[in-house]
């Protein structure tokens, strides 16, 4: 939340997020300082209390309770620690409601305090699809069911406004993908419902299969289950920083110090090279379709791409190449649609001597396309003008239109291609 606030979403768009949510929680956003880098950190208070790191949280709850509360399935708590170094930016109050601490609200009732909560519908779906990763990954370690999960404690909500706040200031980003880099997951142990464990908790370890990670050393938490859900659901990837234009970046900071490593998480928006050219091209799939050709009469070859044009090839070529035995032969290749492929591929058997057609979908992109005529002296000839981000990259005139001309008029055909080039030019090309 701290990354995001950072990065530039309105802290008012987080705090009418936690105001949606009839809980009892409020949020103090201030500026502290971790390792020398200043980052904005945000804490959760419930019902005027502070919430606590869940390790802090259990030994409490053993000292006044004198159990460790085994009878119950702990979903991952987003600790935060009792003090706060650091200028006050914001500390809103909100509307008190009834709380109780010890309330246990399983996976339907946190369902229903969402979907009723005046967010956006796809801020909603996000967050129930984190809290559902959450569950899962919870009744799998417990041997249980998902609605058999429940939340408990102060650090039930916590993790319900750290959620829908990721779900909120994520869509408030207005982004295309999220990416995260491999995921330092500390080590040493934790305190939790069930007991001391190893970090990563064994929850956490499951919400990250398939992901990146590593340890650094640090005997610290540093991925709890509530950021391992929370990553889970956003990541569209996970890579090494990625090659983009930096449009602003922002620091969100822990409650723990740690010597010689600032404890923040990095946000960095930008564009990346590959979204700047999708954003001025088309993308599509297109179907290739490939044979060899080691036997066919040369004369045939030349009806086959007549025929494939007319059928609605998108393109059609041949190359030399040299087959086995040492013949020489032709690599016919069709670009054409999807739809379009079986009877392509029906053409190639019918009308060629090959005995197996390889066929592949892949993407292509195209740049923005129209047709423009010009006048040249024996008549109008179609240029195709193709642009990228409304500036003209290439331009050519229409084969048909100045082979036509060529034979009426009797003129060469390069020199009706040159005149229509011209004319286009003279004209004022974008």
């Known amino acids: 939340m701290g990354a995001l606030v950072d990065a530039g979403v309105a802290p008012q768009t987080l705090e009418d997020a936690v105001a949606a949510l009839p809980v009892g929680a409020r949020l103090e956003i201030s500026r502290v300082v971790r390792s020398g880098i200043s980052a904005a950190k945000v804490d959760v208070y419930v019902d005027g209390q502070k919430d606590l790191p869940r390790e802090e949280y259990w030994e409490q709850q053993q000292h006044e309770h004198g159990h460790s509360r085994e009878d119950h399935h702990e979903l991952g708590h987003h600790g935060h620690s009792h003090s706060s170094h650091g200028e006050v930016l914001r500390a809103i109050d909100l509307a008190p409601h009834q709380h109780e601490h010890s309330h246990n ?125 929370i990553v889970k659901t956003l990541a569209s990837r996970f890579a090494a920083f990625p090659e983009m234009k930096i449009e602003k970046s922002g620091y969100g900071a822990g409650s723990l110090e740690f010597p010689g490593h600032p404890n923040v998480v990095r946000l960095t928006i930008g564009e990346s090279a590959s979204s700047a050219l999708a954003a001025n091209t088309t993308s599509e799939t297109i179907t290739v379709l490939e044979a060899n050709l080691d036997d066919l009469n040369p004369q045939v070859f030349g009806y086959v791409m007549d025929r494939l044009f007319e059928e609605g090839a998108l393109d059609a070529f041949g190359m030399p190449v040299q087959m086995k035995k040492n013949r020489p032969g032709t690599l016919l290749t069709v670009l054409c649609k999807p739809e379009d492929a079986h009877k392509m591929t029906h053409l190639i058997f019918t009308e060629t001597t090959t005995l197996g057609v390889r066929r592949r979908d892949e993407m292509r992109q195209t740049l923005a396309r129209r047709w423009e005529k010009v006048q040249t002296q024996w008549g109008d000839v179609r240029m195709k003008i193709a642009s990228m981000n409304g500036t003209v990259t290439n331009y050519a005139p229409e084969y048909e239109d100045c082979r036509r001309i060529a034979a009426e008029h009797r003129v060469p055909l390069k020199q009706v291609m040159q005149e229509a080039a011209l004319a286009y030019s003279n004209n004022g090309r974008e």
């Open 105 to 229: 609200r399983g996976l339907t009732e946190i369902r229903q305090i969402i979907s009723a909560a005046s967010i956006s519908e796809t801020a909603k779906k996000i967050a129930i699809r984190i809290f559902e990763a959450l569950g899962r990954a919870e009744a799998k370690i417990h041997n249980t069911s998902v609605e058999s999960v429940h939340f408990h404690e102060v650090g039930a909500v916590d993790a319900m406004v750290d959620i829908v706040c990721a779900a909120v200031g994520a869509e408030a980003l207005g982004v295309d993908e999220i990416i995260f880099s491999p995921l330092n997951v500390g080590g040493g142990t934790v305190k939790c419902a069930h007991g001391t464990f190893p970090v990563p908790a064994p929850a956490t370890v499951e919400l990250l299969a398939g992901a990146p990670v590593y340890s650094s050393g640090l005997q610290a938490e540093l991925v709890t289950p509530t950021g391992a859900a």
